[in-house]
């Protein structure tokens, strides 16, 4: 996450997979689009512009991805009130562009001037996980791979990203779906990686919706390595991509999560389970290596 203030007149922030940017207007009639640039490895996921109308401003929000993007923005206000209660927090859905709220002076005699802050990620507010789902392993069959840090672990796999699974592989190896969707998010154009977390957003990736709205999460591939397109419909157990070691990364290895948006600010993964043999479904404990079936 990270945070850039802002003016009117320099509004050129880069926006990432989790964004926090704060915007600020000195006065009320002060009126200018909010356009964010990716710079490097980073993603444009929305735009927010305003627009003055007679005593109000309004604010506007676009999606700029083909998923769901869930979006909290945060106001300070001075002689200002607005139409909806703040922190507001809204999934858009993708390549949408909505209208959040307006804000209107109290006394159109006193000087009036706003600021915000927004926070960004993708998923949805509203989707409820398909707990009675059982996840494919996410390569082919018979070849068998080590959970080399699993739920809750240690190393990173906290907050947002607790019940994400890392399977210890080498570069190159075929990643299969390990549910049926549609692809609405792909990168694979960084060959750029390494254990500091600078390198968190070159990670190469697919993200892939399910039927209930959740989201699986394909991570740090291969420079082009990606076998699909967005909007793409995939079966379980379809190849999508190469695995790699792109990003945030200590070694060659395939994280994978499933997740949905808790608010701009959150992503909640969630404690899925996979089919360990042709009759058993569980959930993968790190140190053990799985054979898929």
């Known amino acids: 996450m990270f945070s850039l203030l802002l003016n009117c007149l320099s509004a050129k922030p880069t926006v990432r997979n989790l964004d926090r940017v704060r915007r600020v207007i000195t006065s009320a009639v002060a009126v200018c689009l909010f356009s964010s640039a990716a710079q490097g490895g980073e993603q444009k996921l929305i735009k927010i512009s305003s627009e003055k109308k007679a005593d109000q401003t309004e604010f506007y929000i676009e999606n700029l991805q083909h998923a769901d993007v869930t979006v909290t923005i945060e106001m300070e206000l001075k002689n200002l009130v607005?139409?909806?209660?703040?922190?507001?927090?809204?999934?858009?859905?993708?390549?949408?562009?909505?209208?959040?709220?307006s804000v209107s002076p109290k006394d159109a005699k006193e000087d009036s001037s706003w600021s915000y802050t927004y926070y960004a990620t993708w998923g949805n507010l509203s989707v409820s996980h398909d707990d009675s789902y059982v996840y494919h392993l996410p390569y082919r069959p018979g070849e068998a791979f080590p959970v080399s840090q699993g739920f809750h672990g240690k190393y990173s796999h906290t907050g947002g990203d607790s019940y994400s699974i890392d399977f210890k592989m080498p570069e190159g190896t075929p990643v299969l779906a390990a549910r049926e969707g549609v692809v609405v998010g792909v990168k694979d154009d960084s060959e750029i990686g390494g254990s500091d977390k600078k390198f968190e957003w070159d990670a190469n990736y697919v993200l892939v919706q399910h039927s209930d709205g959740t989201l699986g999460h394909y991570?740090?591939?291969?420079?082009?390595?990606?076998?699909?397109?967005?909007?793409?419909?995939?079966?379980?157990?379809?190849?999508?991509?190469?695995?790699g070691n792109t990003g945030h990364s200590t070694g060659p290895h395939l994280h994978f999560a499933v997740f949905r948006a808790q608010s701009g600010k959150?992503?909640?993964t969630l404690p899925i389970k996979y089919k360990v043999s042709p009759l058993l479904a569980d959930i993968l404990s790190e140190g053990r290596s799985y054979r898929a079936f």
């Open 219 to 243: 991570v740090h591939l291969q420079k082009s390595g990606v076998r699909v397109k967005l909007g793409q419909t995939v079966a379980a157990g379809e190849m999508i991509a190469l695995s």
């Open 266 to 268: 959150q992503r909640e």
């Open 82 to 101: 607005s139409s909806e209660n703040v922190p507001y927090t809204s999934t858009v859905a993708p390549r949408a562009k909505v209208k959040m709220f």
